[in-house]
């Protein structure tokens, strides 16, 4: 039985790990989770980005720096989403976190969503914000210094703010607007995306169009188109977009026409774009689940027939050791018949093993082990172990046996004072019982033994080795 629980706890140990796998699908980390909302984000898909980025923040693996970024990122999407007052709160405790970091590069990224958030506070003159986002901004260039890409994306933000200065003008500031048009400029030479000029043109168009410089604006729609992909179609339907206002704006309503024919040509394009992706990512994430479901069975089988072939393992050896049990046990009785009968004649030797063998039933394992060395001798300890062998598995049949009878402490104290002769009236003296009490005893012991009398009891009882 030993050999049983500790091979199937082996089995057990081992399988441990691919049952554990199989009932908890691996959690995601807030980085995947990340570049999960940034994927949602390119689709202009802002509540499951939300979303990936409120699960990220759970993560408790998260460090300052890390929360700080999700925050950021978080602000970001409060932007677009239309929920500047919650932006708000996220941006100020990301900067706190990031500060605490000393990350120059998470300072930098908390301080351009507070400076984009003051920027969506400038919806009337009395609300503008861009001087103090102008501010921010600029502290933000401070800490963006390892970061040319994120350098690129606070001077957008800073052109803004210096177009934003001149939106409330009667005449507009020269000075000022030179300085957004530069701010511009910088971005896309200091950035190292190569699709950042289109990412710029939103931008510009601003620009070019609080200066009413139709023709600038026009000539910088038609370098980014032809910088484009030819499945950037997003991107192309804001080129075209921008160039429906600005030919209007001209006065020239036949370019005018054939661009807003060529917007909506590219927004249609766009829209089956985005409407492909997300078929492809249905495809993919069934697969992905029809996948994860066969790898399940699979891991149950595994798990199965290693229990089974444990489980399997442990009946023969238990077979095994049982059966080398009987062996030793035959073995045993042999030799001590075969001492016991060595010498009939002998009254000395027959006396010996009958004296040492008096009691022992009552002995543990070590106690009998250590009984039939002493009556054997160390020169025959072989002999002297399988004897040994031989009474302790007749003992632990015999205890089997008895149990299997369900008596009780009293009632095997009986049966032991009736092998000394006593009658039921001497007995109940010694047991400080009533006569009918011990007759009451004998009763449940012969139902129990399936004998008829006293004699037959002790009979049955001596076989059991009770007495």
Not at 432 to 454: D, G
Request: hydrophobic content about 45%.
């Amino acid at each position: 039985m030993k050999a049983l629980k500790v091979i199937l706890l082996a089995a057990a140990v081992l399988a441990a790990p691919v049952s554990c796998r199989n009932s908890a699908a691996p959690e995601e980390s807030w980085r995947d989770l990340l570049a999960e909302s940034e994927r949602h984000a390119s689709l202009k898909e802002w509540e499951p980005a939300t979303e990936a980025i409120l699960k990220a923040l759970s993560d408790k693996d998260l460090n300052g720096g890390g929360r700080s970024l999700l925050l950021s990122r978080l602000a970001s999407l409060d932007i677009m989403t239309w929920r500047d007052a919650q932006g708000w709160e996220h941006a100020i405790e990301a900067e706190r976190l990031a500060r605490e970091d000393g990350t120059d590069t998470l300072i930098a990224t908390a301080l351009l969503q507070k400076g984009r958030l003051q920027l969506c506070g400038a919806i009337t003159e009395g609300e503008a914000q861009d001087a103090e986002a102008l501010e921010t901004l600029q502290e933000a260039m401070s800490f963006a210094s390892v970061s040319p890409n994120l350098q690129a994306d606070i001077l957008l933000q800073m052109s803004q703010a210096y177009i934003g200065l001149n939106r409330f003008n009667s005449s507009i500031d020269k000075e000022i607007y030179a300085r957004a048009g530069e701010c511009i400029d910088r971005a896309v030479a200091v950035s190292r995306d190569s699709s950042f000029a289109a990412k710029a043109l939103p931008y510009w168009m601003r620009w070019y169009r609080q200066g009413g410089n139709w023709r600038d604006g026009i000539a910088c729609c038609e370098n980014v188109l032809s910088g484009l992909r030819g499945d950037d179609y997003l991107m192309q339907s804001q080129c075209w977009n921008n160039l429906v206002l600005l030919y209007t704006q001209a006065g020239d309503v036949q370019n005018a026409a054939v661009a807003h024919q060529q917007y909506v040509y590219a927004m249609e394009y766009y829209m089956q774009q985005k409407a492909d992706a997300r078929l492809q990512e249905m495809e993919t994430r069934y697969e992905t689940s029809l996948k994860e479901a066969r790898i399940a069975r699979m891991r149950f089988w595994v798990v199965l027939l290693c229990f089974l072939a444990a489980a399997l393992a442990a009946i023969i050896v238990t077979a095994m050791v049982y059966n080398r049990r009987l062996v030793a046990s035959d073995r045993g009785k042999e030799q001590l018949l075969r001492l016991v009968s060595k010498d009939l004649t002998s009254p000395q030797f027959n006396r010996k093993v009958s004296e040492s063998l008096r009691g022992i039933v009552s002995m543990d394992e070590e106690a009998i082990r250590a009984r039939c060395r002493e009556l054997f001798g160390d020169e025959e300890g072989f002999v002297a172990e399988d004897v040994a062998s031989y009474i302790v598995n007749l003992m632990e049949e015999r205890s089997r046996e008895v149990k299997k009878l369900g008596l009780t402490a009293r009632e095997l104290e009986v049966i032991r004072l009736s092998r000394e002769g006593l009658s039921a009236a001497e007995i109940a003296d010694r047991l400080h019982v009533s006569v009918y009490t011990v007759k009451n005893h004998k009763q449940n012991i012969y139902l129990k033994m399936a004998v008829r009398n006293n004699s037959e009891m002790l009979s049955v009882a001596s076989q059991l080795g009770i007495i």
